[in-house]
């Protein structure tokens, strides 16, 4: 598997999308490598054809790709663990019913398997029934301590925190750091994230101590006449990153 040194060294990483192998390189670039750039699985009608064309991405780019399932979608989580096997990508998304098929068929500890939690409105407390049939039913609520463990227990690396809505869910983001940063976990704020409110949603990680934590930063940041990810916005994310980080 080829990686790049970057994302695995470093303490943050850009999540970004990429509409086209060409909108990729931009970002690439224009993050000087310190991003994953997100592919959805949900925008292919099959394995086969979403292996195929991310291949073209993971070539062009270093293989700093991320399989994604599409706002969240947990029907896409089974289609994300095939042809994350095929593809040994360097991140993967996934609900949190699904990070250990992702690992398991992964077969190695090497990718970065986010699991998706979700704002319950009390701080503290965290859904984890973010899966294809317990999605459905009443929320699994759980204390966000015992979520990072039942993660880590999967395979997981990180907690994909979705939807924040910006700074809707402040309070519940900062505990979320700190367990994070207490068991030695990955975090991953998703979800209203733009460059006004960027630098303060990054800070709180940071502050905390979290080891490596990928914002992911989309439709704001996205030209609406084209859908492609603006390299210029991806740059000036880049440039609050070195503020705060050095």
């Known amino acids: 598997m080829q990686l790049s040194p970057k994302y695995y060294k470093d303490r943050v990483c850009l999540n970004v999308l ?15 490598g310190y991003v994953v750039v997100g592919v959805l699985s949900k925008n292919y009608p099959d394995n086969a054809s979403a292996i195929e064309d991310m291949k073209k991405y ?10 994604g399932l599409g706002a969240g979608d947990p029907n ?13 990508p360097q991140h993967i998304n996934q609900v949190f019913t699904g990070v ?18 979700s704002p319950t409105g009390k ?6 029934s973010t899966g294809p049939l317990s999605s459905k039913r009443p929320d699994g609520v759980v204390p966000t301590e015992t979520a990072i463990a039942m993660l880590k227990d999967m395979g997981c690396s990180s907690a994909k ?28 704020p998703t979800g209203g994230i733009d460059l006004n409110n960027y630098e303060t949603i990054l800070k709180i990680g940071l502050d905390a101590g979290v080891k ?17 990810t603006r390299p210029e916005d991806v740059r000036k994310l880049l440039e609050i990153t070195k503020k705060l980080v050095g």
């Open 212 to 228: 490596k934590i990928i914002p992911h930063i989309y439709s704001s940041i996205i030209d609406k006449a084209t859908g492609k």
């Open 58 to 67: 993971a070539a062009a780019i270093n293989n700093a790709i991320s399989v």
């Open 123 to 128: 701080v503290g407390l965290v859904k984890v």
């Open 18 to 32: 990429a509409n086209s192998v060409e909108n990729a390189k931009e970002i690439y670039d224009a993050a000087e």
């Open 161 to 188: 925190f979705f939807s924040m809505d910006g700074l809707k869910y402040q309070a519940e983001y900062e505990h979320l750091a700190k367990a994070c940063f207490e068991q030695d976990f990955y975090l991953e």
């Open 100 to 117: 250990a098929t992702s690992r398991a068929l992964v077969g190695q500890n090497e990718t970065v398997i986010n699991g998706l939690i």
């Open 76 to 88: 896409q989580s089974k289609m994300v663990s095939e042809i994350s096997a095929k593809l040994q």
